[in-house]
């Protein structure tokens, strides 16, 4: 049988509690908040350059300059999703400062 103790607690103490347990309980079934569960996703030549917002033939120029990374599973080719998102970052940013991405 299941005991029941009744005490007086003050409201933020419970909420802290409430708090802490289901933390706790988030944590055993979740991935640290830092880390994308889908951060080392591969993604098709298709899908990356639809997340980049390029066509198809400069993601393959991108990817001979050495701008993205690509890599060769079989005879296919798979991007990281967490690389085309950092690239997307610099590409955007050199966009906005004049096309210094491109210059060598």
């Given at each position: 049988?299941?005991h029941v103790v009744l005490?007086?607690?003050?409201?933020?103490?419970?909420?802290?509690?409430?708090?802490?347990?289901?933390?706790?309980?988030?944590?055993?079934?979740l991935p640290p908040a830092?880390?994308?569960?889908?951060?080392?996703?591969?993604?098709?030549?298709?899908?990356?350059?639809?997340?980049?917002?390029?066509?198809?033939?400069?993601?393959?120029?991108?990817?001979?300059?050495?701008?993205?990374?690509?890599?060769?599973?079989?005879?296919?080719?798979?991007?990281?999703?967490?690389?085309?998102?950092?690239?997307l970052t610099q590409i955007?940013?050199?966009?906005?400062?004049?096309?210094?991405?491109?210059?060598?």
């Open positions: 049988m299941t005490t007086s607690i003050p409201v933020d103490d419970l909420k802290d509690l409430i708090a802490e347990a289901v933390n706790q309980e988030l944590a055993k079934h830092n880390q994308s569960p889908c951060s080392n996703e591969l993604l098709t030549r298709r899908e990356a350059a639809r997340l980049l917002g390029i066509s198809l033939p400069t993601l393959l120029d991108y990817t001979k300059q050495g701008k993205i990374t690509g890599y060769r599973l079989g005879t296919r080719v798979r991007y990281k999703r967490s690389e085309l998102e950092q690239s955007r940013s050199a966009k906005q400062k004049g096309g210094i991405y491109d210059k060598k």
